[in-house]
Structure formats: structure tokens, C-alpha cells
């Protein structure tokens, strides 16, 4: 299983664009990347998943470089509603195994 | 329906107390999950269903028992638990051989020990 590294915690404030990475350096080829939303006393919510190149939805954008050791989540403008956990999970998609969560990006949006 | 719904939401159970939480999904999901979570840490694996059948224990301690009784229903038998089992407990679901996108969490089940 992929493991994953992510910053413990991030600043921003509303109206900014929130990026968070996520390193995955042992990523497997068919492995998919997802990054999911947690607030406090909630499921995680998935947010994106993507293969390569980009992905956009939403709620967020997914970058993936060539090499998918690593991603970004991108967070357009920003309310204190983002406020919350962000975990980047990686794994097969088709594998119900592999939903093991690292330790999370935790987001402050401040006023 | 694209929700799974956890019950009870709060519950408080002394060490010596037997009870259960119940997870619910009518999204036809054949795989279903537990996880525990304690404050300010991720969402741990504890066990695994796939088709009504148990596919993974995480080494769970024996006071956790799961149980699946049919293909919408997920439940988590608890005896004899420890103040140290305090935690939210996470349900999830989602689709067996073909593309996840994404699980889909409940809301959890606090759970105080006392």
C-alpha cells in the first residue's frame, strides 16, 4: 500500500486558493488518487479522485505531475467552511482494501 | 437514498454493558466497513465485509464483534469494553469490482466508555 505525506496543518484566510500536497512516492501503477473532507464528529466526504494530469469538479481541482509521486489539491477561494481535515488516500480503485487513512492535512480558514 | 446512517449518534456504555451500533446503506454497496477514531487522529481500518462476508480484521480485540447480516445492514457488537475504546465510530460503504469513487462515510456513533 502507498503510504502518504502531507503538512500537519495549513493556514489561509477567505478568498484565498488553498493548496495541499500530497506525497505518494511509491505510488503503484494502477493506483488512483482520492482525497477526502472531514469535519469534526463527521464521515470523511470524498472530494476528487484523479489518475494523472488534472481533474476539476465542483468543489476542487487535482494535480498530478507525470511521475504521481506526488499531488496537489487545489481549493478555490475559500470560506471559513473549508475549515476542516484533508486526507489523501492512495490506492486501487476496484481494491476494497486499501481505505487506510494517513495522517491528514488539517485547514484554518480565517476571517 | 446515498446516505448510510449510523445509530445510535451518542452512546454511554459502562465496562461491563453489552450494546450494539448499527450501520444502514440502500445503495446496493456490497462492501461495507468499521472504523474507530480517536480526537485529532485519522479514521482507523478495523474490519472489512465484502458480499455479507468478513474479508478483513485488523487484529481487533475480541470485546469488537461485527456482524453482517445482509447486504444493506452492518452491525458492531460491543462487550466488556475499556475506557481507552472511547471513540467515534465510522461506518462506510461502496462497490465491490467495479470503480470506487469514493466511500460514502455515516456520521459515526460516539461512543463514551465509562
Known amino acids: 500500500l502507498a503510504k502518504t505525506t502531507q503538512p500537519i496543518s495549513m493556514d489561509s484566510y477567505e478568498g484565498q486558493e488553498v493548496n495541499i500536497t500530497c506525497s505518494h512516492n511509491?505510488?503503484?501503477?494502477?493506483?488512483?488518487i482520492t482525497w477526502y473532507q472531514q469535519f469534526p464528529s463527521q464521515g470523511p466526504r470524498f472530494i476528487i479522485q484523479g489518475y494523472k494530469t488534472k481533474v476539476t469538479n465542483e468543489v476542487a481541482s487535482l494535480f498530478i505531475p507525470a511521475d504521481r509521486k506526488s499531488s496537489t489539491l487545489s481549493l478555490p477561494r475559500v470560506s471559513l467552511s473549508d475549515t476542516a481535515v484533508y486526507y489523501c488516500?492512495?490506492?486501487?480503485?476496484?481494491?476494497?482494501?486499501?481505505?487506510?487513512f494517513g495522517a491528514g492535512t488539517r485547514l484554518t480558514v480565517k476571517p | 437514498d446515498t446516505e448510510v446512517t449510523q445509530t445510535p449518534k451518542h452512546l454511554v456504555m459502562g465496562m461491563t454493558n453489552k450494546k450494539s451500533l448499527k450501520c444502514e446503506q440502500h445503495m446496493g454497496h456490497r462492501a461495507m466497513y468499521w472504523y474507530k477514531q480517536k480526537a485529532k487522529k485519522p479514521p482507523e481500518l478495523m474490519f472489512v465485509?465484502?458480499?455479507?462476508?468478513?474479508?478483513i480484521n485488523e487484529s481487533v480485540p475480541s470485546r469488537f464483534s461485527p456482524e453482517c447480516p445482509n447486504s444493506s445492514l452492518l452491525n458492531l457488537h460491543l462487550h466488556a469494553l475499556q475506557p481507552e475504546d472511547s471513540a467515534l465510530y465510522l461506518c462506510?460503504?461502496?462497490?465491490?469490482?467495479?470503480?470506487?469513487?469514493?466511500?460514502?462515510f455515516g456520521s459515526g456513533t460516539r461512543l463514551t466508555v465509562v
Open positions: 488516500l492512495v490506492g486501487y480503485p476496484y481494491n476494497n482494501n486499501d481505505m487506510r
Open positions: 465485509y465484502s458480499y455479507e462476508k468478513l474479508s
Open positions: 511509491n505510488i503503484a501503477t494502477n493506483d488512483y
Open positions: 462506510a460503504s461502496s462497490q465491490v469490482g467495479r470503480h470506487n469513487y469514493g466511500y460514502t
